[in-house]
């Protein structure tokens, strides 16, 4: 359903479990980023009406799950950690050119969304189903579906933006260059890396 073109390996759960305090304060931050990603669209994009209307819902979704990890990461006795950058992001970033039109800005935005969404889906799926303790298991089973509709939900809106024959070969190539830089991860206690 995702379209990802590499799949996460499994054994990355094995390194999750080692330290979960850090996966948790990791997953809190990109909770965080994901709520100004959606208010930079509302700044960047305000002649869009739906697409403001459907960001305002999404700051509140995705600031409210960062509270909710915010709050296993205190119910453990633990304090939110710094923030550190995502790789992951960083090289994901790099794939569209800079320039452009304003359209093209957006729909290449849109698109780098739906794809963090779509791996974060992905690795939530594989937490729910593997980590040893039930509570995170059922905790990232609910956030898997959030994670799914958002990623449906940005690519959608890239649809129907700019041509539609036009976003589905750029997604292509969008997944194929991001399973290259999977390739180089996998290996640490974050939800992207």
């Known amino acids: ?14 390194i999750v479990e080692k330290n979960i305090e850090e996966i948790l304060t990791d ?11 959606a208010i930079s669209f509302i700044v960047q994009f305000p002649e869009h009406t739906e697409l403001v209307q459907e960001m305002t819902a999404l700051v509140k979704e995705e600031i ?9 990461i205190v119910a453990r006795g633990w304090v939110l950690g710094r923030d550190r950058k995502d ?8 794939f569209f050119p800079k320039g452009g039109s304003r359209t093209e800005f957006l729909v290449n935005r849109l698109l780098y969304a739906a794809l963090i969404e779509a791996r974060s889906c992905e690795r939530f799926r594989l937490l729910s189903q593997e980590l040893k303790e039930e509570e995170l298991r059922e905790f990232y089973r ?8 958002h990623y449906t939900m940005f690519l959608g809106f890239a649809r ?34």
């Open 142 to 149: 609910n956030l898997m579906v959030s994670e799914a509709n």
């Open 64 to 72: 409210s799950h960062f509270k909710m990890v915010h709050d296993k």
């Open 87 to 94: 790789e992951y992001v960083n090289k994901l970033m790099t």
């Open 160 to 193: 129907k933006y700019q041509e539609v024959d036009v976003v589905n070969k750029k997604w292509q190539d969008l997944l194929e260059f991001e399973a290259q830089i999977m390739k180089d991860l996998g290996k640490q206690e974050t939800i992207h890396g």
């Open 27 to 37: 997953h809190a931050f990109c909770e965080q980023k994901a709520a100004s990603t």
């Open 1 to 14: 359903m995702l379209g990802l073109k590499l799949p996460t390996d499994p054994r990355w759960v094995n």
